[in-house]
Structures are given as structure tokens and as C-alpha cells.
């Protein structure tokens, strides 16, 4: 017998999907980047709990750890406080 492996099975789902021109794909409401030069292509996307991967032409092209939409909200509304509050200090001192 062989020992077991490290790392324990994790049971992933696939989908087929086609990269639109701004080269994020949506997966349950979060955005993922890929490379620019696989937008417009048909690649496959492997989802875990735990990660997201993408491949086009049988090669991993991009590697995301798995995020929620909640989180996708917060770094959204952050970003949109710093740069209301840089436009408002620029304002201000003009």
C-alpha cells in the first residue's frame, strides 16, 4: 500500500466559460481576474471551497483564492471612502 496523500481530496465543481473583454469572470457574485490575453476565449474554471483556477488550453492561467460577495462589497465601499476623502482633501485646498 501506498501512504496517503498530503493533502486531503477536495471536491471541486467545473464550469466552462467564455472571458469577456475586460478579462474577469464572475463566479457567485465575486470577480476574478485572468490574464488579458485569454479574454474573448473559452477557458475552463475549476471551483473549490477553498480556490478558484483557470485554465485555457489545458494550462493553469490564473489562481484565486476563493472569496464571497461580502467581501467584494467591503473592498468596494473602502475603496470608494479613500477616494471620496482624497477628492475632498484636493478640494479643499484649492
Wanted: hydrophobic residues 40%.
Amino acid at each position: 500500500m501506498q501512504p496517503l496523500p498530503l493533502l486531503p481530496f477536495s471536491y471541486g465543481e467545473w464550469k466552462t466559460m467564455k472571458v469577456p473583454p475586460k478579462h474577469h469572470i464572475t463566479i457567485q457574485a465575486v470577480l476574478y481576474s485572468v490574464p488579458y490575453t485569454v479574454r474573448g476565449h473559452v477557458v475552463e474554471v475549476k471551483i473549490t471551497d477553498h480556490d478558484v483556477t483557470v485554465f485555457a488550453n489545458a494550462e493553469i492561467v490564473a489562481y484565486h483564492g476563493r472569496s464571497t460577495p461580502r467581501s467584494k462589497i467591503t473592498v468596494r465601499r473602502i475603496c470608494i471612502q479613500i477616494i471620496a476623502s482624497i477628492y475632498r482633501a484636493k478640494a479643499e485646498t484649492q
